[in-house]
T-cell receptor, first 110, second 116 residues
Framework: QKEVEQNSGPLSVPEGAIASLNCTYSDRGSQSFFWYRQYSGKSPELIMFIYSNGDKEDGRFTAQLNKASQYVSLLIRDSQPSDSATYLCAVSGNTDKLIFGTGTRLQVFP | DGGITQSPKYLFRKEGQNVTLSCEQNLNHDAMYWYRQDPGQGLRLIYYSQIVNDFQKGDIAEGYSVSREKKESFPLTVTSAQKNPTAFYLC???????????????FGPGTRLLVL
Protein backbone atom coordinates (compact mmCIF):
# COMPACT_ATOMS: atom_id res chain seq x y z
CA GLN A 1 0.00 0.00 0.00
CA LYS A 2 1.35 3.41 -0.97
CA GLU A 3 1.92 5.73 1.97
CA VAL A 4 0.28 8.73 0.29
CA GLU A 5 -2.27 8.12 -2.45
CA GLN A 6 -3.76 10.48 -4.97
CA ASN A 7 -5.87 9.89 -8.06
CA SER A 8 -3.61 10.70 -11.02
CA GLY A 9 -6.45 12.26 -13.01
CA PRO A 10 -6.77 14.23 -15.11
CA LEU A 11 -9.52 16.00 -13.24
CA SER A 12 -11.29 18.26 -15.73
CA VAL A 13 -13.46 21.13 -14.51
CA PRO A 14 -14.95 24.14 -16.31
CA GLU A 15 -13.73 27.63 -15.56
CA GLY A 16 -15.48 29.07 -12.52
CA ALA A 17 -16.28 25.68 -10.97
CA ILE A 18 -14.95 24.19 -7.73
CA ALA A 19 -12.13 21.68 -8.16
CA SER A 20 -11.84 19.06 -5.42
CA LEU A 21 -8.56 17.19 -5.01
CA ASN A 22 -8.21 14.33 -2.57
CA CYS A 23 -5.36 12.57 -0.81
CA THR A 24 -5.29 9.63 1.60
CA TYR A 25 -2.40 8.56 3.81
CA SER A 26 -1.57 5.39 5.67
CA ASP A 27 0.44 6.56 8.71
CA ARG A 28 -1.94 7.46 11.55
CA GLY A 29 0.91 9.29 13.27
CA SER A 30 1.12 11.87 10.48
CA GLN A 31 0.82 15.39 11.81
CA SER A 32 1.58 17.86 9.02
CA PHE A 33 -0.02 18.00 5.60
CA PHE A 34 0.98 20.04 2.57
CA TRP A 35 -0.33 20.85 -0.86
CA TYR A 36 2.08 21.83 -3.63
CA ARG A 37 1.28 22.97 -7.16
CA GLN A 38 3.60 21.93 -9.98
CA TYR A 39 3.31 23.34 -13.46
CA SER A 40 4.62 21.20 -16.29
CA GLY A 41 8.42 21.30 -16.38
CA LYS A 42 8.65 23.42 -13.23
CA SER A 43 9.38 22.74 -9.58
CA PRO A 44 6.70 22.37 -6.89
CA GLU A 45 5.51 25.51 -5.11
CA LEU A 46 3.82 25.45 -1.73
CA ILE A 47 0.13 26.36 -1.73
CA MET A 48 -1.01 25.48 1.76
CA PHE A 49 -0.25 23.48 4.85
CA ILE A 50 -2.62 22.24 7.54
CA TYR A 51 -2.00 20.68 10.92
CA SER A 52 -5.41 20.50 12.62
CA ASN A 53 -8.66 18.76 11.77
CA GLY A 54 -11.11 20.93 9.91
CA ASP A 55 -10.84 23.55 7.22
CA LYS A 56 -8.18 26.14 6.49
CA GLU A 57 -8.89 28.82 3.91
CA ASP A 58 -6.48 30.99 1.94
CA GLY A 59 -8.04 33.01 -0.84
CA ARG A 60 -9.61 30.65 -3.37
CA PHE A 61 -7.99 27.62 -1.73
CA THR A 62 -9.38 25.57 1.16
CA ALA A 63 -7.56 22.63 2.72
CA GLN A 64 -9.63 20.10 4.63
CA LEU A 65 -8.17 17.57 7.06
CA ASN A 66 -9.87 14.55 8.61
CA LYS A 67 -7.36 12.59 10.68
CA ALA A 68 -9.88 9.94 11.74
CA SER A 69 -10.52 9.03 8.12
CA GLN A 70 -6.91 9.74 7.12
CA TYR A 71 -7.61 12.05 4.24
CA VAL A 72 -6.80 15.57 3.29
CA SER A 73 -8.37 17.50 0.44
CA LEU A 74 -7.84 20.74 -1.44
CA LEU A 75 -10.74 22.75 -2.82
CA ILE A 76 -10.12 25.41 -5.45
CA ARG A 77 -13.03 27.82 -5.84
CA ASP A 78 -13.66 29.80 -9.03
CA SER A 79 -11.16 27.64 -10.92
CA GLN A 80 -9.16 29.41 -13.61
CA PRO A 81 -7.26 28.00 -16.61
CA SER A 82 -4.08 29.18 -14.83
CA ASP A 83 -4.86 26.63 -12.08
CA SER A 84 -4.20 23.82 -14.57
CA ALA A 85 -1.26 21.95 -13.06
CA THR A 86 -0.37 18.86 -11.08
CA TYR A 87 -1.17 19.08 -7.37
CA LEU A 88 1.05 17.14 -4.99
CA CYS A 89 -0.01 16.09 -1.53
CA ALA A 90 2.76 15.64 1.06
CA VAL A 91 2.60 14.27 4.57
CA SER A 92 4.99 14.46 7.52
CA GLY A 93 5.05 12.36 10.67
CA ASN A 94 6.58 15.07 12.85
CA THR A 95 9.98 14.60 11.28
CA ASP A 96 11.64 16.76 8.68
CA LYS A 97 10.96 14.18 5.97
CA LEU A 98 7.98 14.57 3.68
CA ILE A 99 6.26 11.70 1.89
CA PHE A 100 4.81 12.79 -1.45
CA GLY A 101 1.91 11.40 -3.43
CA THR A 102 2.25 11.02 -7.18
CA GLY A 103 0.01 14.02 -7.81
CA THR A 104 -3.34 14.77 -9.44
CA ARG A 105 -3.37 16.57 -12.78
CA LEU A 106 -6.01 19.29 -12.92
CA GLN A 107 -7.31 20.70 -16.19
CA VAL A 108 -9.51 23.80 -16.12
CA PHE A 109 -11.15 24.47 -19.48
CA PRO A 110 -12.63 27.82 -20.56
CA ASP B 1 16.11 38.38 -2.77
CA GLY B 2 15.95 35.11 -0.81
CA GLY B 3 15.61 31.78 -2.49
CA ILE B 4 17.07 28.51 -3.68
CA THR B 5 19.11 28.31 -6.86
CA GLN B 6 20.05 25.19 -8.79
CA SER B 7 22.47 24.92 -11.66
CA PRO B 8 22.68 24.01 -14.39
CA LYS B 9 19.11 23.94 -15.66
CA TYR B 10 19.99 21.10 -18.04
CA LEU B 11 22.88 18.66 -17.71
CA PHE B 12 24.07 15.96 -20.05
CA ARG B 13 25.99 12.96 -18.82
CA LYS B 14 28.07 10.56 -20.83
CA GLU B 15 28.36 6.89 -19.92
CA GLY B 16 30.76 6.33 -17.02
CA GLN B 17 30.90 10.00 -16.10
CA ASN B 18 30.28 11.57 -12.70
CA VAL B 19 28.36 14.85 -12.73
CA THR B 20 27.64 17.32 -9.95
CA LEU B 21 24.44 19.31 -9.50
CA SER B 22 24.64 22.56 -7.57
CA CYS B 23 22.15 23.76 -4.94
CA GLU B 24 22.54 27.03 -3.04
CA GLN B 25 20.14 28.76 -0.65
CA ASN B 26 20.24 32.15 1.07
CA LEU B 27 17.21 31.58 3.30
CA ASN B 28 19.36 30.75 6.34
CA HIS B 29 17.72 27.32 6.43
CA ASP B 30 19.42 24.54 8.37
CA ALA B 31 17.99 21.57 6.47
CA MET B 32 18.43 20.73 2.80
CA TYR B 33 17.16 17.88 0.65
CA TRP B 34 17.63 16.27 -2.74
CA TYR B 35 14.75 14.59 -4.58
CA ARG B 36 14.43 12.80 -7.85
CA GLN B 37 11.25 13.00 -9.93
CA ASP B 38 10.50 10.64 -12.80
CA PRO B 39 7.54 11.08 -15.17
CA GLY B 40 4.27 10.07 -13.54
CA GLN B 41 5.93 9.45 -10.20
CA GLY B 42 6.11 11.33 -6.96
CA LEU B 43 9.22 12.85 -5.47
CA ARG B 44 11.68 10.34 -4.05
CA LEU B 45 14.19 11.41 -1.41
CA ILE B 46 17.85 10.83 -2.29
CA TYR B 47 19.76 12.49 0.58
CA TYR B 48 19.05 15.08 3.23
CA SER B 49 21.08 17.15 5.64
CA GLN B 50 19.86 18.70 8.87
CA ILE B 51 23.09 20.48 9.74
CA VAL B 52 26.47 21.35 8.28
CA ASN B 53 28.90 18.41 7.96
CA ASP B 54 26.14 15.87 8.48
CA PHE B 55 23.80 14.13 6.05
CA GLN B 56 21.63 11.00 5.85
CA LYS B 57 20.60 8.65 3.08
CA GLY B 58 17.08 8.86 1.81
CA ASP B 59 15.10 6.15 0.05
CA ILE B 60 17.16 5.95 -3.15
CA ALA B 61 20.73 6.96 -2.22
CA GLU B 62 22.56 4.28 -4.23
CA GLY B 63 24.64 5.80 -7.02
CA TYR B 64 24.57 9.29 -5.50
CA SER B 65 26.80 11.23 -3.09
CA VAL B 66 26.52 14.58 -1.33
CA SER B 67 28.49 16.96 0.86
CA ARG B 68 27.46 19.72 3.24
CA GLU B 69 30.53 21.81 3.96
CA LYS B 70 28.61 25.11 4.12
CA LYS B 71 25.14 25.90 5.39
CA GLU B 72 24.22 27.50 2.08
CA SER B 73 25.35 24.70 -0.23
CA PHE B 74 24.35 21.06 -0.74
CA PRO B 75 25.79 19.68 -4.00
CA LEU B 76 24.70 16.31 -5.37
CA THR B 77 27.02 14.07 -7.39
CA VAL B 78 25.47 11.52 -9.69
CA THR B 79 28.09 8.80 -10.03
CA SER B 80 28.65 6.30 -12.81
CA ALA B 81 27.14 3.67 -10.49
CA GLN B 82 23.71 5.25 -11.03
CA LYS B 83 22.59 3.29 -14.08
CA ASN B 84 19.38 5.18 -14.80
CA PRO B 85 20.10 8.82 -13.95
CA THR B 86 17.75 10.51 -16.41
CA ALA B 87 15.30 12.47 -14.25
CA PHE B 88 14.32 15.86 -12.88
CA TYR B 89 16.38 16.64 -9.76
CA LEU B 90 14.94 18.95 -7.15
CA CYS B 91 16.69 20.56 -4.22
CA UNK B 92 14.66 21.81 -1.26
CA UNK B 93 15.32 23.44 2.09
CA UNK B 94 13.48 23.93 5.35
CA UNK B 95 14.07 26.04 8.41
CA UNK B 96 15.30 23.08 10.46
CA UNK B 97 14.42 21.00 13.49
CA UNK B 98 13.01 22.48 16.69
CA UNK B 99 11.85 25.61 14.95
CA UNK B 100 8.28 26.53 14.05
CA UNK B 101 7.35 25.29 10.62
CA UNK B 102 10.35 23.00 10.35
CA UNK B 103 8.49 20.53 8.17
CA UNK B 104 7.73 23.05 5.42
CA UNK B 105 10.01 22.58 2.44
CA UNK B 106 10.67 25.07 -0.35
CA PHE B 107 12.00 23.98 -3.70
CA GLY B 108 14.58 25.27 -6.14
CA PRO B 109 13.85 25.40 -9.89
CA GLY B 110 15.34 21.96 -10.59
CA THR B 111 17.96 20.43 -12.87
CA ARG B 112 17.03 18.11 -15.70
CA LEU B 113 19.67 15.42 -16.23
CA LEU B 114 19.86 13.59 -19.52
CA VAL B 115 22.14 10.73 -20.54
CA LEU B 116 23.89 10.95 -23.91
Amino acid sequence: QKEVEQNSGPLSVPEGAIASLNCTYSDRGSQSFFWYRQYSGKSPELIMFIYSNGDKEDGRFTAQLNKASQYVSLLIRDSQPSDSATYLCAVSGNTDKLIFGTGTRLQVFP
Amino acid sequence: DGGITQSPKYLFRKEGQNVTLSCEQNLNHDAMYWYRQDPGQGLRLIYYSQIVNDFQKGDIAEGYSVSREKKESFPLTVTSAQKNPTAFYLCASSIGQDRTGFETQYFGPGTRLLVL
